[in-house]
């Protein structure tokens, strides 16, 4: 079956650290890749998505992922954590043209 | 959140009405996505519609209904036959022609059924 796992149920960092929120899928094909942000109460926001190219996408908020082919990875990064990226993380990937399938989310905690 | 809107903010009701959620987006987006999100459990898909007047059910659309008889709103009802509709509901949209598309979410509902 096509999945998408985000191991880590919350990752907690100092501000001003690099973060990584990980994510790694089990889909056919070649799939597009999402990252999604939602901050307490509130619907998702898009953050960034690779389609194809250069394997760093860069995305809002000085976010940016890295894809890797081999691993079936799609990490989420930030080289400088802020308090206000505290929230849930969602990765998501669209295989081949079809629904999107969802990870569970990860709850970022960013201490000062 | 966009340019969709989804009303209202926080609802409550008693075990045995049906409620209706509404979604309308500016977008002029094609398709619109229900989703229903619980503690833990990700986001589930419950209905889209990829064009008005046609819907298809997803994952878990048992005890819900939907209609699309307008591009610009997706009204969801939660019908008295869902077990467990105590939940939070999140709309979205987007433009299926692109299958590199991603999604529009609305600022979603809180609904209470006690």
């Known amino acids: 079956a096509q999945s998408v796992a985000q191991p880590e149920d919350q990752v907690n960092v100092a501000e001003g650290n690099p973060l990584t929120v990980k994510c790694t899928y089990s889909v056919s094909g070649n799939p597009y890749l999402f990252w999604y942000v939602q901050y307490p109460n509130r619907g998702l926001q898009f953050l960034l998505k690779y389609i194809t190219g250069d394997n760093l996408v860069k995305g809002s908020y000085g976010f940016e992922a890295e894809f890797n082919k081999s691993q079936t990875s799609f990490h989420l990064k930030k080289p400088s954590a802020l308090v206000s990226d505290s929230a849930l993380y969602f990765c998501a990937v669209r295989p081949n043209n079809r629904k999107l399938i969802w990870g569970l989310g990860t709850s970022l905690a960013v201490n000062p | 959140d966009g340019g969709i809107t989804q009303s209202p903010k926080y609802l409550f009701r008693k075990e045995g009405q049906n409620v209706t959620l509404s979604c309308e987006q500016n977008?002029?987006?094609?398709?619109m996505y229900w989703y229903r999100q619980d503690p833990g459990q990700g986001l589930r898909l419950i209905y889209y519609?990829?064009?008005?007047?046609?819907?298809q059910k997803g994952d878990i659309a048992e005890g819900y209904s939907v209609s699309r008889e307008k591009k610009e709103s997706f009204p969801l009802t939660v019908t008295s036959a869902q077990k467990n509709p105590t939940a939070f509901y999140l709309c979205?949209?987007?433009?299926?022609?692109?299958?590199?598309?991603?999604?529009?979410f609305g600022p979603g509902t809180r609904l209470t059924v006690t």
């Open positions: 979205a949209s987007s433009t299926p022609g692109q299958a590199t598309y991603e999604q529009y």
């Open positions: 519609s990829q064009i008005v007047n046609d819907f």
């Open positions: 977008l002029n987006h094609d398709a």
